[in-house]
């Protein structure tokens, strides 16, 4: 069996003795040496999947500290899509380039104009990340509004990666478009939220 396919087994029997209550939320697990010497593997392949399972907010903790069972995630509600974030966020990329069609559609500019990207992944208070927002602008100028709409859309690998999920995740993604005082766009973007961790609640 490669390493690639060790490692993964062993983050898989972990999950599922942490499901079995072996080790309760805040609580820390063994060493990688003494894990390692338990599942017969290089202290590397423990390693793996200890980095595996922090990865996808099983564990937490950094390296070459105690890692310890993370607490379920936080259930938040959205009720506004343009309030401002009260905790962290992380810069994931910033760039230039052309609109694609859908892009130039939604900040009604012609189909290749020149727009500034952003990638950012809002943290929750303990660092794991809670959304990833993209958002195109084309020029600057501040808005006074916004409209948004509500649906469901599979993550982008970069996105999947910054939550913790699969490719190809569903997720509800907002879209939201801000407005300047002439009406007309100023900036779009698309928020990516894990199902298991939100709610959306609107309000008239």
């Known amino acids: 069996m490669g390493s690639d396919a060790r490692y993964r087994r062993i983050a898989s029997d972990l999950l599922r003795r942490i499901k079995a209550g072996e080790w309760a939320p805040g609580e820390s697990l063994p060493s990688r040496v003494a894990m390692a010497t338990q599942y017969g593997v290089h202290e590397q392949t423990m390693r793996l999947a200890y980095v595996e399972l922090r990865r996808t907010g099983v564990l937490e903790g950094e390296q070459r500290q105690a890692v310890f069972v993370a607490h379920p995630p936080a259930m938040r509600t959205l009720t506004n899509a343009d309030a401002p974030w009260p905790w962290g966020s992380e810069l994931l990329d910033r760039s230039t380039g052309p609109a694609s069609d859908e892009i130039a559609d939604r900040l009604a500019v012609p189909v290749g104009a020149v727009v500034q990207h952003r990638m ?17 602008r084309a020029h600057g100028g501040p808005h006074v509004t916004f409209a948004a709409e509500v649906g469901v859309a599979p993550l982008s690998e970069q996105a999947a990666h910054a939550l913790g999920l699969l490719v190809d995740t569903l997720a509800y993604r907002v879209t939201r478009t801000r407005l300047g005082a002439d009406g007309k766009p100023v900036e779009t973007a698309d928020l990516y939220l894990p199902l298991d961790r939100w709610t959306i609640r609107l309000h008239g």
Do not use: D, I, K, N
């Not at 992944?121 to 809670?130: C, D, I, K, M, V």
């Open 120 to 136: 950012v992944e809002r943290l929750e208070p303990g660092g794991r990340t809670a959304m990833v927002v993209e958002s195109w």
